[in-house]
């Protein structure tokens, strides 16, 4: 069947299923099968995939497909790494975002990926967030990816790729550009005044220089513009003692382990992965695609398919994005308890 307009009040997700040999396809089926109250799940995929999975995981239930002809059959092998399934894994996605933007879904979400196999295809690909940034003409130094658990929101300035690069791209105004696109996701979540804490990029934030220049020359200013453009904004702080405060609707990781790491140690297997600064809503899981839990050796679900959790949690936070949402105030003792996701 195909995706159709949802009716009112209805928020339609877009799936793209991931790489068709992992964990994409059942863990989107057993979502799209149980979705949230509101939410009306339109898997995009191969339908002879879907639909084996569908047979298996969710006998009965009516999906809403919206199929393509992505992957060859001699290609669907589960738990076999190949070049053809990261072909499918960005048409899968290149639909989904076709479908946001021409308003036949409200959010798409990502189910997980293998970027060896997407890179092996001979596609450049370093994560769904800069692909949805092409395929929506964001330049990439506009979008960032902000990791939402356990009450922590965290946006990343730079992401994958080595600690020498992402220092050499670091600038004043890309960080600039992570708190603009970090403050208007908070904003349109309801949150009028959202107060975003900056990590340093040194310990200590480079202790006034004694640990390094680098957060005198690139966060220290990058925060004065942020305050001078009304974002609350507040650091540049040591990440662990910014942290342990706890009293900031977001933050600024620098790198890319210094938002994963509290995020999977506080919440593993369970963190939604939100595209800010791109015009479209997009959430994905913040896992990989299990490949070698997909062989002819392993018959029995996956821990993280069983619990179709992980992809009903990047539905919830795509579907909570969709419409706006009234908050009191955005710091403080009353945003603490409500930071249970995004």
Same mark, same amino acid.
């Given at each position: 069947?195909?995706?159709?307009?949802?009716?009112?009040?209805v928020?339609?997700?877009?799936?793209?299923?991931?790489?068709?040999?992992?964990?994409g396809?059942?863990?989107?089926?057993r979502?799209?099968?149980?979705?949230?109250?509101?939410?009306?799940?339109?898997l995009?995929?191969?339908?002879?995939?879907?639909?084996g999975?569908?047979e298996?995981f969710?006998? #009965?239930?009516?999906l809403?497909i919206?199929?393509l002809?992505?992957?060859?059959?001699?290609?669907f092998?589960?738990?076999?790494?190949?070049p053809?399934?990261?072909?499918?894994?960005?048409a899968?996605?290149?639909? =989904?975002?076709?479908?946001?933007?021409?308003?036949g =879904?409200?959010?798409?979400?990502?189910?997980?990926?293998?970027?060896?196999?997407?890179?092996?295809?001979g596609?450049?690909?370093?994560?769904?967030?800069g692909?949805?940034?092409?395929?929506?003409?964001?330049?990439?130094?506009?979008?960032?990816?902000?990791?939402?658990? &356990? #009450?922590?929101?965290?946006?990343?300035?730079?992401?994958?790729?080595?600690?020498?690069?992402?220092l050499?791209?670091?600038?004043?105004?890309?960080?600039?550009?992570?708190?603009?696109a970090?403050?208007?996701?908070?904003?349109r979540?309801?949150?009028?005044e959202?107060?975003?804490?900056?990590?340093?990029?040194?310990?200590?934030?480079?202790?006034?220089?004694?640990?390094?220049?680098?957060?005198e020359?690139?966060?220290?200013?990058?925060?004065?513009?942020?305050?001078?453009?009304?974002?609350r904004a507040?650091?540049?702080v #040591?990440a662990?003692?910014?942290?342990?405060?706890r009293?900031?609707? &977001?933050?600024?990781?620098?790198?890319?382990?210094?938002?994963?790491?509290?995020?999977?140690?506080?919440?593993?297997?369970?963190?939604?992965?939100?595209?800010?600064?791109?015009?479209?809503?997009?959430?994905?899981?913040?896992?990989?695609?299990a490949?070698?839990?997909?062989?002819? #050796?392993?018959?029995?679900?996956?821990?993280?398919?069983?619990?179709?959790?992980?992809?009903r949690?990047?539905?919830?936070?795509? &579907?909570?994005?969709?419409?706006?949402?009234?908050?009191?105030?955005g710091h403080?003792?009353?945003?603490r308890?409500?930071?249970?996701g =995004?």
């Open positions: 069947m195909s995706a159709a307009q949802g009716h009112a009040g928020r339609r997700i877009a799936i793209a299923i991931g790489d068709p040999n992992g964990i396809p059942e863990i989107a089926v979502a799209a099968a149980a979705p949230p109250p509101g939410v009306a799940p339109i995009v995929g191969d339908e002879y995939i879907l639909r999975y569908a298996r969710a006998p #009965g239930a009516e809403q919206a199929p002809q992505a992957l060859e059959r001699s290609a092998k589960p738990g076999a790494l190949d053809r399934a990261g072909a499918a894994t960005v899968y996605m290149r639909e =989904a975002v076709r479908l946001c933007l021409a308003g =879904a409200d959010a798409v979400v990502g189910c997980p990926h293998s970027e060896t196999a997407v890179n092996r295809a596609i450049a690909f370093n994560g769904y967030t692909l949805v940034a092409d395929l929506t003409g964001t330049p990439r130094e506009k979008s960032f990816m902000m990791l939402v658990a &356990a #009450g922590l929101r965290i946006a990343h300035v730079t992401l994958h790729e080595s600690v020498a690069q992402a050499g791209r670091l600038s004043p105004q890309l960080v600039v550009e992570a708190g603009l970090s403050a208007a996701l908070l904003r979540l309801g949150i009028a959202p107060l975003i804490g900056v990590f340093g990029i040194n310990p200590h934030a480079g202790e006034d220089g004694l640990f390094g220049d680098e957060d020359r690139i966060t220290k200013p990058a925060v004065a513009e942020l305050q001078r453009r009304g974002v507040e650091g540049p #040591g662990d003692l910014m942290l342990a405060q009293r900031h609707d &977001a933050y600024l990781a620098i790198f890319h382990d210094q938002g994963h790491i509290p995020i999977k140690l506080l919440s593993p297997l369970r963190a939604s992965a939100l595209a800010i600064g791109v015009p479209i809503l997009f959430s994905s899981v913040a896992h990989g695609c490949l070698r839990h997909r062989g002819p #050796g392993h018959r029995r679900p996956h821990r993280r398919a069983r619990n179709p959790g992980t992809s949690r990047g539905l919830s936070a795509a &579907a909570g994005n969709a419409l706006p949402r009234k908050v009191e105030s403080g003792k009353d945003a308890k409500r930071r249970s =995004a």
